[in-house]
């Protein structure tokens, strides 16, 4: 199996090498990983000796590994390592969490190279799932190729133990006909004019419409609202953490006074405001938003907007809760 592991490895490169290809870094990933390396005359050997090696890679992304690009990655690195087929096996993302768990525990060997998402590094490095990924590429080449925020989230005790794949950051992004249709000036896009989290509340409060008791128009819905990652900058923008640097401790971060403080402003927006409506998953609060049913969303960039056609609708801004001194777009480490 060492092989299978090494041509695994060459295949979270090649992934992550040409997603970075229009950077000048992806320049200097040539010659990466000496152990990488031996891939292809080991794959030539294989394949001389009967069928082709096949990779299988677990992945939450079939819009991306199932589509054209996926499929040129994928043909591409077939090409460099001839004796190797790969497969890729997608899930849903929620799904695909399950999968792995179901995988593993079973110790099932069906499957090669996965996607993990970066708050799991930490929980499948401590049970064992991973290998480091300093065993195929030192520390040096690492820092060449990947930013310092990437391989801060793939570490785990010190070892970077995954290559990191993308950053991705958060940003409000509000309806402008809504608040056109309300006489409400656009916010500032300027960090040093953003606003706060309670002059956000009150223009939600201000646009927020009920009709014979039903709610017509919201004022603010988050893009990932049933996952925790997407609350999270409400308590980095107070300076807290919600676990130890080890990841390890939840006990005096998540019930810090700061979080506590967040996660409380965060129910008033359900429950004392109505501001934000309630029984909502991901999928439905983003088509909220993108049919102008919400005023307000925060999330990943490159989930929201949805429909190009539609963008001129739409603009971003800034926000930082409760005039805390972090702008809470640059307090999540990448992930």
Known sequence: MKFKQLAAVGLAAAMVFSAAGCSPKSQQTKGSSAQADEAPESSQAQAQG????????????????????????????????????????SYPFDQMIEM?????????????????????????????????????????????????????????????????KRESGMIMVYNKDILDENNIPYPAYETDKRMTWE????????????????????????????????????????GAAWLSE????????????????????????????????????????????????????WGIRYATPGPREKESMWACARCRILRAAYPWWDAIPGI
Not at 207 to 213: C, F, S
Request: aromatic content about 10%.
């Open 50 to 89: 009967g069928e082709p090696v096949e990779i299988v890679y677990l992945n939450s992304h079939a819009d991306v590994w199932e589509g054209d690009v996926g499929k040129e990655i994928i043909q591409k690195f077939e090409e460099s390592y001839p004796g190797i087929k790969v497969k890729t096996e």
């Open 100 to 164: 792995v768990e179901v995988k593993m525990k079973s110790k099932l060997s069906d499957f090669d190279v996965l996607n993990v998402d970066a708050p799991l590094v930490t929980s499948y490095s401590v049970r064992g799932y991973l290998e480091p990924f300093e065993n195929y590429m030192s520390r040096d080449e690492l820092d060449k190729v990947f930013t310092q925020t990437g391989l801060s989230a793939a570490t785990y005790d010190g070892k970077v133990m995954t290559a990191p």
């Open 199 to 238: 002059e956000c509340l009150d223009i939600c409060q201000q646009v927020t419409k009920v009709e014979n008791g039903t709610t017509t128009c919201w004022g603010m819905i988050g893009d990932q609202i049933n996952r925790v990652w997407n609350v999270m900058p409400l308590a980095n923008s107070l």
């Open 246 to 297: 080890d990841g390890l401790t939840a006990t005096g971060y998540l019930n810090s006074e700061a979080s506590i403080k967040a996660m409380t402003f965060y129910q008033d927006l359900f429950n004392k405001y109505g501001v934000s409506p309630k029984g909502v998953n991901t999928n439905e609060a983003r088509e909220m938003f993108e049919t102008g049913k919400v005023a307000f969303t």
